[in-house]
């Protein structure tokens, strides 16, 4: 148990549907992050909210809409996915900039 | 963008045996950490070390930052130690708010009874 807890841990999703994964931290800290995990790519950064605010959007497409409601909470929504966004997801946080980062459980999601 | 390489890529040791995984990165750094993924894809945090040595049970690691550079020894391997290890380090620049890690290609180490 690392403090960061991601639901949910599988996903099976149809190309026209709607979901959402969540995650939540309960270390405090400030900054959180959306990483995927593919077959063909090594770990990749997607989105970064500091404060809630958005800081990182890594040339994400519109298909993935991340939320920061506050600092201990963190969604990604998901509509109109392809199969090749098959992947795990991944969330962290930090407390600052260069702090160490905490990783929660993953989501692994596959696209039909 | 800053780049990590890692190698060896692949690693296959008999079960006591020692072993040195490295990580080498291209720009300034302010965050280095390496990690464990576990077969269920947790990533495990095994260090926290932009500089300097740190050493917890059977592991070690090593950052010589002006050379660009981290190493992480395993001494004694066990089966559990299998699994792919991942360096990871955050790019050091004076703008405010965190960045993000930038991961390597990890090392799959393969530990034999």
């Known amino acids: 148990e690392t403090g960061v807890t991601q639901t949910p841990r599988h996903l099976v999703m149809g190309m026209t549907n709607k979901k959402s994964l969540k995650c939540e931290q309960h270390?405090?800290?400030?900054?959180m992050y959306w990483y995927k995990q593919s077959a063909k790519k090594p770990l990749e950064l997607m989105f970064v909210?500091?404060?809630?605010?958005?800081?990182e959007n890594n040339s994400v497409p519109s298909r993935f809409s991340p939320e920061c409601p506050n600092s201990s909470h963190l969604f990604l929504h998901l509509h109109t996915l392809q199969p090749e966004d098959s992947a795990l997801y991944l969330c962290?946080?930090?407390?600052?900039?260069?702090?160490?980062?905490?990783f929660g459980q993953g989501t692994r999601l596959t696209v039909v | 963008g800053i780049q990590v390489e890692q190698s060896p890529p692949d690693l296959i040791l008999q079960e006591g045996a020692n072993s040195t995984l490295r990580c080498n990165f291209s720009?300034?750094?302010?965050?280095l950490q390496w990690f464990h993924q576990n077969p269920w894809g947790q990533l495990i945090n095994l260090f926290y070390?932009?500089?300097g040595t740190k050493q917890n049970g059977r592991l070690s690691a090593t950052t010589v930052a002006t050379e660009r550079y981290s190493l992480l020894y395993i001494s004694s391997s066990q089966t559990t130690d299998s699994g792919v290890y991942f360096c990871?380090?955050?790019?050091?620049?004076?703008?405010?708010?965190?960045?993000?890690?930038?991961f390597g290609k990890g090392t799959h180490l393969i530990i034999q009874p």
């Open positions: 720009d300034s750094v302010n965050n």
């Open positions: 270390l405090g800290h400030n900054a």
């Open positions: 070390i932009p500089s």
């Open positions: 909210y500091n404060f809630k605010e958005q800081t």
């Open positions: 990871a380090v955050e790019l050091m620049y004076s703008g405010g708010g965190a960045d993000g890690l930038t």
């Open positions: 962290a946080s930090s407390l600052r900039r260069a702090g160490e980062a905490f």
